[in-house]
Nanobody
Framework: QAQLLESGGGSVQAGGSLRLSCAAS????????MAWIRQAPGKEREVVAA????????GYADSVKGRFTISRDNAKISVYLQMSSLKPEDTAMYYC???????????????????WGQGTQVTVSS
């Protein structure tokens, strides 16, 4: 019954920006590590960013650090991903995901996330 509804995504040129949004509902507990995970065809899934609360220090993959910003609205269990200076290698399906409890040091592992959104495609052309 848990549901993660995503919006955003699309096709942009290299150097452009895009903002992804995710709203969660029906989760069995209230505290979650929220993350954005991407997967390109033929490649492994990668956790690009994660955050626990709006005041938490977020974690970023080295590949997106300095270009992507994750944020969260605690009041409505929403998470966002602001992407700038996009590169062709950022092209992937992006998923919103949640894991019960705090992020801690476990956030880079794809296997800790129990709830996933439907995914939204991001395509960056050169």
């Amino acid at each position: 019954q848990a549901q993660l509804l995503e919006s955003g995504g699309g096709s942009v040129q290299a150097g452009g920006s895009l903002r992804l949004s995710c709203a969660a509902s029906g989760l069995p507990v209230s505290d979650y590590c929220m993350a954005w995970i991407r997967q390109a065809p033929g490649k492994e899934r990668e956790v690009v960013a994660a955050i626990f609360t709006a005041n938490d220090s977020p974690g970023y993959a080295d590949s997106v650090k300095g270009r992507f910003t994750i944020s969260r609205d605690n009041a409505k269990i929403s998470v966002y991903l602001q992407m700038s200076s996009l590169k062709p290698e950022d092209t992937a399906m992006y998923y919103c995901a949640a894991a019960a409890g705090w992020c801690g040091g476990r956030w880079p592992s794809v296997n800790v996330y129990n709830y996933w959104g439907q995914g939204t495609q991001v395509t960056v052309s050169s």
